[in-house]
């Protein structure tokens, strides 16, 4: 078949729809200048490459021959992914919220040709069927309507275009956000929590890591043991559930269930990125190993496949595959990560196959039981159903023996789901989420002494810095060769906190300069002077309808909340007011919604938790690669202390650029000639140490003085 002009992109999600019948535009002048002359309203389809109901979409409606030629003579379709376009998507599934109470992709949304919303879906059947309108019904009723009432079609995507407008604007008053929002905030999640099989809400259950990002900072601020316990419930529960992956690692996107058992089984890299933080975080306030380990265990899977040789990592892997190489054609969601008990007895041993069974539950008719279209019958989604105490007993083993045919039998079905289909891999590089997974990188660094994991982290950043950031100018997106699209507020926010954390972990000033250098690109062209809070957008696309400001913190925290709290540590680490200012500025402005909707808000309740103390600021006097200041700085990555920066003073360039921002740090000296930590408070310190065992008794101390 004759490709469409998607072929010449580089989106993945694009290039699957290159072959459609469909006369597919790209987002452009191009597509909008043929509907103003042709006289035609748009069809705008967003989605992404690994969307499990953009590819159902796809078969039953573009891939319909009739259907498309109806398309071609009626609209002017353009196909975007929302990936690389954040702010085409942001307009639209407001414009949809609003038109009917939810979202989702694929989003199908019907514009006038000057962009204007008028009617929305998410995913449409190609058939009028059980009271849904198909998508063959609709198109044919925009075209009468359109043809016969142009007016009203227009007035409608009139009356939306100022309501979105009108929940862009300006907040008219702001309200006091203090330690009660905080408690509110608290309250709110706890009110929603699942006591019998953790997590918030009912089915579908999301990895919300923003949730744990507040809760765990409440627990320390207020000594809440409610807080923790939700959390490490939550965490641990999460990973034993069919979510996650028990044989190659990694947290599938959700459950579609309420005991986390049934995953929508693809994966996001910035669900890795920020789940791994979550469990580093329960570790050092618990020690136990298993969060560790869990953590571990997700960046293994992300180097192993979702790394770019060149440092970058890639996108997300798809929720379904083929069923076999021979029929390429016939797809699956979760053929590539479900087992029939066959399968894995063939694989196993059979001492390995009983252990797996009670393990994981594995049954010969399948484990699945809320399985109302029968999609899984005869398959088993590995879950943990019984501790390794429990079966250990059971089994009159050993734990380590336990642990043992676990680990082969693991390594065995790793190499066996290897040999089939693979599902696909979206292998663009995002900024935004690349920034994420800097964080994780260096913060497993530091916790989990892994100079590798540094390396991952530095290797990525160095990529983003001298692929994607090219002369001052920030791009979105990289594949093929190819950096392209401005860089949203998110994409500037994410890379600056990963960079801040990256300085945190190697100590090496210039992760510290070019966060600061983004920092001050990103005030100049999102920040809001006159209202605060920062735009989502810089305004050099005349094509977006509406400048927004988002603040909800979903699967991804806001590029606003992120945005706050880089500005605060930096205000902290570089002695700018500037940023504290802007920062408090941006509190006001988004308080209304943190005092009535805190939940939805999660990252701007930890970011107020941060704001409310006098943050710890613990420098060292050193060099950076000695092993005394090793031994200081493994003390401070050991502890759970969220509101804290950290600064090298070393007898190089790193000291100079500090005293540069700091004064203070002149009167940052070794002792002895050894490394010395300073613990300091508004830049005034505490008597300074050599000793790492000290410094841990004075970390303890001003731990506990932080906290509420």
Same mark, same amino acid.
């Given at each position: ?22 006369? !597919? ?69 407001? /414009? ?114 923003? @949730? ?44 579609? =269930? ?12 910035? =669900? ?43 996108? /997300?892997?798809?929720?379904?595959? @083929? ?15 479900? !087992? ?92 935004? !989420? ?58 500037? /926010? ?16 210039? !992760? ?42 979903? @699967? ?52 107020? =938790? ?39 003073? =070393? ?58």
């Amino acid at each position: 078949m004759k490709p469409n002009r998607l072929l010449n992109e580089k989106s993945p999600y694009l290039l699957q729809h290159a072959y459609n019948p469909v006369d !597919w535009y790209p987002w452009g002048e191009e597509a909008f200048g043929k509907a103003r002359s042709e006289g035609k309203p748009i069809f705008l389809s967003i989605g992404y490459s690994t969307c499990y109901w953009c590819h159902v979409m796809e078969r039953e409606v573009f891939e319909n021959q009739a259907i498309a030629e109806v398309m071609n003579r009626a609209v002017v379709s353009i196909k975007v992914d929302r990936e690389e376009r954040p702010d085409v998507d942001r307009v639209y599934m407001s /414009a949809l919220q609003a038109m009917t109470g939810s979202g989702g992709w694929p989003m199908s949304m019907f514009l006038t040709p000057d962009l204007k919303p008028f009617f929305g879906a998410t995913y449409i059947p190609p058939l009028s069927a059980h009271g849904r309108a198909g998508f063959t019904e609709i198109l044919e009723r925009v075209q009468e309507v359109w043809t016969s009432d142009r007016k009203s079609i227009l007035e409608t995507g009139e009356r939306l275009t100022a309501y979105l407008r009108e929940l862009s604007s300006p907040v008219s008053s702001s309200v006091n956000v203090d330690a009660q929002t905080l408690d509110r905030g608290f309250e709110a999640f706890s009110g929603s929590y699942d006591t019998k099989h953790a997590g918030f809400g009912h089915a579908p259950k999301f990895p919300r890591p923003v @949730a744990f990002n507040f809760l765990l900072r409440y627990y320390k601020r207020a000594g809440n043991k409610q807080a923790l316990a939700m959390s490490l419930e939550t965490l641990r529960n999460m990973h034993h559930g069919g979510m996650y992956d028990h044989v190659g690692g990694g947290f599938h996107r959700y459950a579609t =269930d309420a005991e986390w058992h049934v995953p929508h089984f693809e994966k996001m890299l910035y =669900d890795q990125a920020q789940l791994v933080v979550s469990y580093l975080e329960a570790y050092q306030i618990t020690g136990e190993e298993f969060y560790a380990e869990v953590a571990r265990d997700v960046l293994t899977y992300v180097v192993r496949e979702m790394t770019h040789p060149d440092g970058g990592f890639y996108s /997300a892997q798809d929720a379904e595959s @083929a069923l076999s190489h021979e029929q390429p054609k016939r797809k699956k969601e979760g053929a590539f990560y479900t !087992w029939t008990q066959k399968e894995l007895g063939e694989a196993l041993s059979p001492d390995e196959l009983k252990v797996v069974e009670l393990y994981y539950g594995v049954e010969e008719r399948g484990n699945v039981r809320a399985d109302p279209h029968n999609e899984f019958a005869g398959l088993n989604i590995l879950h943990v159903v019984k501790s390794r105490d429990a079966l250990a007993e059971e089994l009159h083993m050993s734990l380590e023996a336990i642990g043992k045919l676990l680990s082969t039998s693991r390594s065995k079905l790793l190499h066996v789901r290897s040999k089939r289909p693979l599902p696909h891999l979206d292998d663009k590089i995002l900024v935004s !989420w690349n920034g994420l997974m800097i964080s994780a990188f260096a913060k497993a660094s530091g916790v989990l002494d892994r100079s590798d994991y540094l390396r991952a982290a530095e290797r990525s950043a160095s990529f983003l810095l001298t692929t994607m950031h090219i002369a001052g100018d920030l791009k979105r997106r990289f594949r093929d060769g190819e950096a392209r699209f401005s860089a949203s507020l998110e994409d500037y /926010a994410f890379l600056t906190q990963g960079l801040i954390d990256l300085y945190e972990a190697s100590l090496d000033i210039r !992760w510290l300069e070019k966060a600061i250098e983004l920092t001050e690109s990103m005030v100049r062209l999102f920040y809001d002077h006159t209202n605060g809070g920062f735009y989502d957008t810089d305004n050099s696309d005349s094509a977006i309808l509406v400048r927004t400001k988002e603040s909800y913190d979903g @699967a991804e925290p806001s590029g606003n909340s992120v945005a706050v709290l880089c500005l605060l540590r930096l205000a902290q680490m570089s002695g700018n007011r500037k940023y504290g200012h802007c920062a408090e500025k941006s509190f006001r402005y988004f308080s209304e919604k943190m005092v009535r909707a805190p939940e939805a808000l999660a990252q701007f309740l930890a970011d107020l =938790d941060f704001h409310l103390v006098k943050p710890a600021q613990i420098v060292i006097a050193g060099q950076r690669d000695g092993t005394d200041t090793a031994a200081l700085i493994k003390e401070v990555h050991a502890r759970f202390i969220p509101n804290k920066v950290i600064l090298l003073a =070393d007898d190089g360039r790193g000291r100079a650029v500090l005293e540069s921002f700091l004064p203070f740090i002149k009167s940052i000296v070794m002792v002895g000639g050894r490394a010395t930590a300073y613990v300091c408070e508004d830049y005034t310190c505490q008597l300074p140490t050599t000793d790492p065992r000290a410094l841990a008794d004075i970390l303890d101390r001003t731990n506990r003085r932080n906290s509420g």
